[in-house]
């Protein structure tokens, strides 16, 4: 498996516009989880997907952010606006679930909104 | 929520030394896992690790979840190891939610 794929590695927008940030999992994960990483607050959990439903969205910021998971097999972030708050790595993370192993992080998506 | 603290935050080492970093958090866990952020930024799972003792290579990890703590043992570090280790833990009832701490920042040195 190739692990879990993010895209794109590295963005850079103006302030306002649209941001889509995209994950694919491992096969057969039925946890999908978004993260963001910023120097100031650590690595902070934003939304989780069991089964391709959203369990717990309490992390999303504000309603600038949402996330989907369409299929199984991938999902979107989306931030609209933009702000240069929300400039961060962006992390997807998968895992077969609890007792049966661990996470798998994506590569990252580094974000700056000028 | 749980509370997830690591210990020492920062850690310099010659290369060959052998370290142990802690994790002390605050309630029932079904579940703690340790990563490590290399200095390109990739996190790497290490240990899937609730309870009881595990070893890979040169790194050996334990956890004493009647304690509330787990240790990560690094022996004869290499300069390969630098970068950021977290300890992350899913409390109880909080099905396969993580909470990391604020990770020790280590550095190996020739």
């Known amino acids: 498996d190739a692990g879990v794929i993010q895209s794109p590695r590295h963005e850079v927008t103006e302030m306002g516009q649209e941001v889509t940030l995209r994950c694919k999992p491992i096969?057969?994960?039925?946890?999908l989880f978004w993260y963001r990483q910023t120097m100031m607050r650590g690595l902070e959990l934003l939304i989780y997907?069991?089964?391709?439903?959203?369990?717990?969205d309490s992390g999303m910021p504000e309603d600038r952010f949402s996330a989907k998971m369409p299929n199984a097999s991938f999902s979107t972030l989306k931030i609209q606006p933009s702000e240069p708050r929300d400039s961060a790595v962006y992390f997807c993370?998968?895992?077969?679930?609890?007792?049966?192993?661990?996470?798998?992080f994506g590569s990252g998506t580094r974000l700056t909104v000028v | 929520g749980i509370q997830v603290e690591q210990s020492p935050p920062d850690l310099i080492l010659q290369e060959g030394a052998n370290s142990t970093l802690r994790c002390n958090f605050s309630?029932?866990?079904?579940?703690l896992q340790w990563f490590h952020q290399n200095p390109w930024g990739q996190l790497i799972n290490l240990f899937y690790?609730?309870?009881g003792t595990k070893q890979n290579g040169r790194l050996s990890a334990t956890t004493v979840a009647t304690e509330r703590y787990s240790l990560l043992y690094i022996s004869s570090s290499q300069t390969t190891d630098s970068g950021v280790y977290f300890c992350?833990?899913?409390?109880?009832?909080?099905?396969?939610?993580?909470?990391f701490g604020t990770g020790t920042r280590l550095q190996v040195t020739l």
């Open positions: 992350a833990v899913e409390a109880d009832g909080t099905a396969s939610k993580l909470t």
């Open positions: 690790i609730p309870s």
């Open positions: 997907f069991n089964n391709n439903v959203p369990i717990d």
């Open positions: 309630d029932s866990v079904n579940n």
């Open positions: 096969s057969g994960h039925d946890y």
């Open positions: 993370a998968s895992s077969p679930g609890q007792a049966f192993g661990g996470y798998t």
